[in-house]
């Protein structure tokens, strides 16, 4: 028990001390503009034929958390493009160099929830069998309040690790950008996460260079990370 108080308080003072950066967008050609969508900074890109507006999924961003940004594309032309994850990119620039980071696709989210749904099953089973062990212990009160606990709290692990599996599951296949063929006139839009960047000093700019080809055209963002509150 004295353990696990001891690891609950060291993750609360993780929490404590987790940095909050702000997100804006810098133009890297004439036909972009640094717009705001409901409240949060956004740049918007116009082409030959496309148009792409970024946003960031939340207003602040966690320092070495996996960034996700909200794309909406819109097709002006006359004829369909490809939007592509094989041919969407992100690199970060800080000091040291330019780190290519990888554009995370649906079905990785689902093997990754699939895989929280396993290990909450097993941490579930675990805790019943600790439960199990302790009745089988020398017959007292305490005992058997003690395995009732970890049976219960081993139950509703289970439950609760494959309640929020599957609600991840159905949220990605509603938001997350997948390969579409965006058809003339059509808006096509949703999430694009992106790996996480390690070992950010609190104290550094960083800025992710976020690049989306669609048919004739090239939209790549500038996307600055300046350190925040901690």
Known sequence: MRRVCCVALAAAMMVGCVTTDRVSFRPTGPGQLPIYRDGRAAIASTGSVT???????????QRNQRPVFVVAIQN???QPVNFMLA?????LTRSGGVQPLQVIGYEQLVQEARNEQIAGLILGAVLI??????????????NAVLAGSLAGVG?????????RGDEAIARFEEVV???????????????????APSDIPADQTVTY???????PDTHSFDVVQTPGQR
């Not at 579409?180 to 992106?194: K, R, S, Y």
């Open 76 to 78: 002006g032309g006359n």
């Open 87 to 91: 041919s969407t990119t992100v690199e």
């Open 155 to 163: 139950v509703g692990t289970m439950i609760g690790s494959a309640e």
């Open 129 to 142: 069998g600790a439960g199990a062990a302790a009745a089988s212990g020398s017959p007292s009160y305490s």
């Open 51 to 61: 148009r792409v507006v970024v946003a960031p999924k939340l207003r602040q961003q």
């Open 209 to 215: 260079r976020v690049t989306i080809r669609l048919g």
């Open 177 to 195: 950008m997948k390969d579409h063929t965006v058809m003339p006139g059509e808006w096509f839009g949703g999430q694009l996460h992106v790996q």
